[in-house]
């Protein structure tokens, strides 16, 4: 930063990995946008150490103040250019300092503690929603979605908080502690059912999944529980595969090595996904619901399912549609060969306590009705 900076700017730690320069400028607003730039420019370029080529990323921030600002001090400059880079994480860009950026900080950091005090509380729960072969016109498995069951407001789903768990690696302990829950959850229904053979899809994120220590803490979890390989399924999506595909290919094969399936979620929304499925031992695809929810007056989207139904037959792999919201749509994926299906119209995500045997009877129940007029072609 120094060489980039010269000898003219000041540069010092401001912090573990966040770096503070200071400039004098006779234009500080356009000084300091031309530095952000410059030093994004310069360390996009690998760095040498040792004989090896280093990547780094870079976000940067920026307060431009003059002198005749009342408030000028070094403590409110350090501030306002730590809420910009906190911004530009997000945008992938520099981004200069504004209130309102001072006032999204500070929801996000009182977000923040409310998500640490859930960790501690047990506020997370797994909300199943059930998926249904059309063959047997049954429940096969359910998909664990994670809810936070706040005291105040409620139940808040992933949308609202994601963003912010992710951001500050809240994400890893939050899905341990889900999948604990989920699996003990999950050990109780499937006694409770105990000709059925369920599978529970559980989602990981890229953090997650690339653990060094996920393949033992399953293994631990399904001895605990008393929980087989074939009952759990994880899925991953495409940003998993992106931030370290040599880590995902060992762990899929540690995974499947156990009998424990991996599926590829939220396919076709990528860039690669086609070419993840031929080079990764995938065992099930997940079709992405962009696909699904205008598949019955987009011809295009239509075509595409049919193509990637076929693709997963002929590699060995299950398809699942997600997303079924209206019985339109479910007429169309049973004419392209789709026979697994979740949504709305078959269930909601439901708390696992109220999933009971009179619960699965009354969904199945509901479900054959519409698989009967499928059948006779009132749908």
């Excluded at 501690?120 to 072969?133: K, T, V």
Aim: hydrophobic share 45%.
């Amino acid at each position: 930063l120094r060489v980039i900076a010269g000898k003219d700017i000041f540069v010092a730690r401001a912090g573990d990995d966040d770096f503070a320069l200071v400039l004098r400028a006779t234009d500080p607003l356009t000084d300091a946008k031309a530095m952000a730039f410059q030093l994004l420019k310069a360390m996009a370029e690998p760095l040498s150490a040792q004989g090896r080529d280093i990547s780094c990323t870079l976000s940067v921030g920026y307060s431009a103040r003059s002198a005749r600002d009342g408030d000028l001090n070094a403590e409110s400059l350090l501030r306002e250019g730590w809420t910009a880079s906190r911004a530009a994480r997000r945008s992938g860009l520099p981004r200069i300092y504004e209130r309102s950026l001072l006032i999204r900080t500070a929801l996000e950091v009182e977000l923040e503690q409310e998500l640490r005090k859930a960790l501690r509380e047990g506020q997370f729960e797994p909300h199943l929603q059930p998926i249904f072969s059309l063959d047997s016109e049954m429940i096969v498995g359910f998909e664990a979605l994670m809810r936070w069951r706040q005291p105040q407001r409620g139940i808040v789903t992933p949308v609202e908080f994601m963003g912010v768990a992710q951001r500050t690696g809240l994400i890893v302990q939050m899905g341990q502690q889900l999948l604990v829950r989920t699996l003990t959850d999950f050990a109780a229904l499937c006694r409770a059912h105990p000709r059925r053979e369920l599978t529970l899809f559980f989602n990981m994120s890229p953090p997650e999944f690339l653990r060094e220590s996920l393949v033992q803490e399953i293994t631990s979890e399904l001895a605990r529980t008393g929980l087989t390989a074939k009952h759990l399924a994880l899925e991953i999506t495409e940003n998993v595969i992106i931030e370290d595909m040599p880590k995902t290919q060992a762990n899929m094969k540690a995974l499947q090595q156990l009998g424990i399936g991996v599926h590829l979620d939220d396919l076709g929304t990528g860039y690669s996904s086609l070419n993840y499925l031929r080079v990764l031992p995938v065992d099930g695809i997940k079709l992405d619901y962009s696909f699904i929810h205008d598949i019955e007056r987009n011809h295009r989207s239509a075509a595409l399912v049919k193509a990637l139904v076929g693709l997963s037959e002929s590699l060995g792999q299950e398809a699942i549609a997600e997303g079924v919201e209206w019985e339109g749509q479910l007429h169309q994926l049973h004419a392209l060969g789709i026979t697994l299906v979740q949504g709305y119209l078959f269930a909601y995500p439901t708390p696992i306590p109220e999933i009971t045997p009179d619960w699965i009877h009354e969904k199945e129940s509901q479900a054959r009705v519409l698989f009967k007029r499928l059948a006779n072609g009132s749908i």
